[in-house]
């Protein structure tokens, strides 16, 4: 017998004692239990499950960007904090993989201030990866606070707003900015906005958007993804990653996998578990209740 | 690997487990853990604000030149430096000054005028922004005719690069997009109707409103999965991080640190007993 079959068999009786343990003492605590047995088990030996099927919404922004000529330009706004990182960092990865794999420059910035550090850690090491120069190929402008009002003012003056990019340089003398003239956000060739919640895509629909009418993209975790969707189909936004789901399609149309394809095979097992434990639970309600 | 990222690491992995060991019970650990976080949390919130927003935006355009001529003395450069100061700046001064007479109940009053022009301002901006972007749009989206152009569904199919089924009528062709939207239309139809308390509910009105309260269930059912789906990506993302920091460049943190709480929770779990059986 094979090390990971033994892993499996081995795993499948925990999981078993676990379930027979829940229901002599229907303890709540033997569900966390089976939980991370069905996140841990796939992760530590994945499944290797089927291929991803990939969606139209994130079809329609790995199209968009695969469709800019070098030396377009890409703003890619960080809305979310490191809470939020297993769902939104494999999205900022890929988008920034295939951006710089296309030789579009990248200019990044945020508008939640506790995110500000994970951004710039993803946007050194995909350019170290990629080869690319710090002000020349990419620019991490930070955060600046006033939230919707950041969007505003880029519409209007982009030095203005940000005067000093993340590492304290000018922006009025960052070669990128000034070659590009990316002085506002109409000359941005496409904007895609990686959120969390509030500010987030939504905010940079309203504030943006409707005034300059720049072609957008969106990231976002599961939980708003549902409220992102009326975007997508009334043309607001012509591609959206929701969730790890998401990235892991990104991924696979990259042929790079990473969390995103890594975590899929978890996600199908712990919604496996969740289908069981609902079934069960009702047929012992029910059950319960003809007594 | 450099002492920090794995200092970092053996952090990350005993606050995780301190959040998670409150799923056995509430413990010393989880306590400790979760005043760390609200602590660095309101403590690196504070710092950012009072150096983004009250010393970049605030002191240095309006105060920092007065202060650095007081500081040098050179009273000959008075009338420059009072017109390199942001004198407008004085305007959101007063304003949030004004804010702050909230407790003292003779002067509160003054604070209207800031919430007033904070509302005024806000709603200004918002209202027509919103219509733009949510309200005409959306209402737009939701009234779309059923047959559509041939060619349109052809270009939509190479835009998309798959399939959509569809009915050709001739040039013309009735297409899985355009059902959709008809589904959204009965969809926001009779759930706007379900909303309508000024009928009563009987009749072809109740029908409608129970086929509204359906689509109203179903958008929940969605909303709920999604939810679901986020929070266990979120538990996933956790355990790859702990996966990845029990090897041994990271000194195996994930493993010792585990083995140590758990140690913890035994001798709390008997101390606790044990004062039990005293009292």
Redesign the interface.
Known sequence: MSPGILFYAVSGIVFLALLVLLFIYQDR?FV?AL??LA??VP??QPFALPGIAVS?EV??LY?KIDSMPPGSTLLLSFDFDP?????L?PMAVCILRHAFSRDIKVVAMGLW??GTGIAEEIMGRMAREAGKTKWEDYVYLG???GT?NVI?GLGQDLYKTFPKDYYGRDTREIPLLKKKNLGTLAKFDYVVCLAAGDPGI?TW???G???HQFEMGGGC???I??KMY?FL????LNGLL????GAAEYESLLNKPG?GI??MD??ST??FL?IILILISNILYFATRKK | MDGWTIFGAWVAVGLTLAMYSF??KDNPIFKLGEHIYVGV?VG??LT??IF??II??WYSPLLEPLVNLIREGNWDRLGPTLGEMKWALLIPTVLGFLLLTRPFKKISWLSRIAFAFVVGTGAG??IP??I???FL??L??TVRPLVTSLEKVKALEA????VIPHIALGKYAVSMAEFNSLIILVGVICVLIYFFFSLEHKGIVHRASRVGITFLMI?FG??FG?????R?????????DL?AFSRPEYYYATPLLLGLFVLVLVGVGILRREKKVKT
């Open positions: 605590r966390f939980m991370a996140v841990i992760l530590l139209p079809k329609g199209k809470a939020s990182k297993p769902e960092y201030l506790p955060w600046a606070p919707f505003i939504e629909l309203i504030y958007q409707e005034k975790t599961s939980v993804a549902p009326a189909r009334s043309g607001q929701g969730g790890m789901k969390l890594r975590g978890a996600q712990t919604h969740i | 799923l056995y949390s690196y919130s950012r604000i983004e927003y970049k935006k901006l918002a922004k919103i733009g972007t949510f749009p959306q737009q989206d835009a998309q690069g798959a958008s969605a909303a999604f939810t679901t789906m986020g266990i990506s979120l538990l996933i993302g956790r355990c790859d996966i």
